[in-house]
């Protein structure tokens, strides 16, 4: 195995896009979980060792499809940004019902694991264990959102000494109401109250930033809201972006991305995560 990775990760060092249109690919695959014969991968970017601060903040983004579906690749390009900007950016794999036959349990079970290894394996990361973000989209939002809120579904083999909760978020167009009137509830309802987390805010709860589209069809910009006011009445900063007349997964394209992209990387600033540029 310890070949078949060194093989792969040389593979991924060597190979560069062919244009600038191509999602960039990550420095490195690390293994962070393996549950049975299904071994879940940290997918990493890093700052330049030439630039870059010790220990730095770091990010860890989830990928979207439902819980069903998807890949890590989604937040390729995110990520080669926060790196090139002086963050350690991470996309991580986890288990999804299309290809592992799971629940959205898995789903965070996976992603509490990821914070976990990445606290646990900071100074080895060179990253600061206090500045670890979360980011997600739709379900990866989620994701990100459950293991900042949500207690329990842990994976039993975790390091439970080492904390979950990453201290900022990061969140676009995030499925964070599972409730009777949020998103998957049919999938979730016999546990929706302990897994919703909109309905898990507290004052532990780290500061957020979401981008929302006025117009999506799976988040109403009113669940948005809702989150912004359940955050801010515990004296928790929740900052949000709507986007008028935009719907679900607006962020991957054209100027949204670019807009979104920008707000993000401001507010990691303002926590202290990046430095600011000349403009900022």
Not at 2 to 27: H, I, R
Not at 38 to 64: K, M, Q, W
Not at 211 to 233: R, V, Y
């Amino acid at each position: 195995m310890k070949s078949l990775m060194l093989t792969v990760c040389s593979a991924l060092l060597l190979w560069q896009p062919a244009c600038a249109d191509e999602k960039p690919n990550p420095d490195k695959l690390i293994p962070y979980k393996t549950v049975g014969d299904v071994t879940l991968n940290l997918h990493v970017f890093e700052p330049a060792e030439d630039s870059r601060e010790r220990p730095c903040a770091a990010i860890v983004f989830f990928f979207g499809g439902g819980w069903k579906g998807g890949t890590p690749s989604q937040f390729y390009s995110q990520s080669r940004h926060l790196a090139d900007r002086g963050m350690v950016a991470i996309c991580a794999e986890y288990r999804i019902s299309s290809k592992h036959g799971t629940t959205p349990q898995e789903c965070v079970k996976d992603g509490k694991s990821a914070i976990r290894w990445v606290r646990k394996h900071a100074e080895q990361l060179g990253v600061d264990p206090e500045r670890i973000a979360a980011g997600g989209g739709s379900a990866g939002g989620h994701v990100a959102a459950a293991t900042a809120t949500v207690d329990g579904f842990s994976e039993e083999s975790d390091d439970s000494t080492v904390s979950c909760r990453p201290d900022a978020l990061v969140l676009f167009n995030p499925v964070y109401d599972n409730g009777p009137d949020g998103y998957g509830y049919d999938r979730v309802k016999e546990y929706w109250k302990s897994f919703s987390p909109l309905h898990n805010v507290s004052d532990k709860t780290p500061p957020s930033i979401v981008f929302l589209g006025t117009k999506d069809k799976l988040i109403p910009a009113e669940t948005g809201k809702a989150w912004k006011s359940a955050n801010e009445k515990v004296g928790v900063r929740s900052d949000l972006h709507l986007y008028d007349g935009l719907g679900h997964g607006f962020f991957n394209r054209g100027e949204s991305f670019d807009d979104t992209l920008n707000k993000t990387d401001a507010f990691l600033v303002s926590l202290g995560y990046l430095n600011p540029t000349k403009d900022q």
